[in-house]
C-alpha cells in the first residue's frame, strides 16, 4: 500500500515538474515573439524616418526597398505569431497534456518489463 502511495506521489511530482517545463518553454516562445515585433517595429520607425526626412537619397531607392523589407518581415512576424499564439487554434484544446500522458505512459510501460 506505501508502494502504491509513494507511486502516486511520485507521478503526481513528475507531472507537477513536466507542466513546469512546458509553461517555461511557451514563455520562453512568447517572449521572443514579443522581441521579433519590437525589433520589427523599431526598424520599421527607422527605415521610415529615413525615408521622410532624408532627401538626398532619390525616391526609385527607398520606395521599394521600404515596401520590399516591410512587407516581407511583416509576413514573418505574422508567421512567427501564428507559431507562438495560434497553436491553440489549430491544435484542440488538451492536445499537448494527452501527448504528454502518452509519452510519459510509454516510458512507464517500456521501464516496467524490461
Not at 21 to 29: D, F, G, I, L, W
Not at 33 to 57: E, G, K, Q
Request: aromatic fraction near 14%; proline fraction near 3%; glycine fraction near 4%.
Amino acid at each position: 500500500m506505501t508502494s502504491v502511495l509513494n507511486t502516486n506521489s511520485m507521478e503526481n511530482d513528475l507531472r507537477k515538474k513536466a507542466h513546469f517545463v512546458m509553461a517555461q518553454k511557451r514563455m520562453e516562445k512568447i517572449r521572443d515573439f514579443y522581441m521579433h515585433l519590437a525589433t520589427y517595429c523599431t526598424v520599421n520607425i527607422l527605415f521610415f524616418a529615413f525615408w521622410i526626412f532624408d532627401s538626398f537619397m532619390p525616391e526609385t531607392f527607398w520606395k521599394p526597398a521600404f515596401i520590399m523589407m516591410a512587407g516581407v518581415a511583416g509576413l514573418v512576424v505574422l508567421a512567427h505569431g501564428l507559431l507562438v499564439f495560434g497553436a491553440k487554434f489549430i491544435l484542440p484544446k488538451g492536445w499537448e497534456e494527452r501527448e504528454l500522458k502518452k509519452l510519459m505512459d510509454k516510458e512507464k510501460n517500456t521501464r516496467r518489463y524490461e
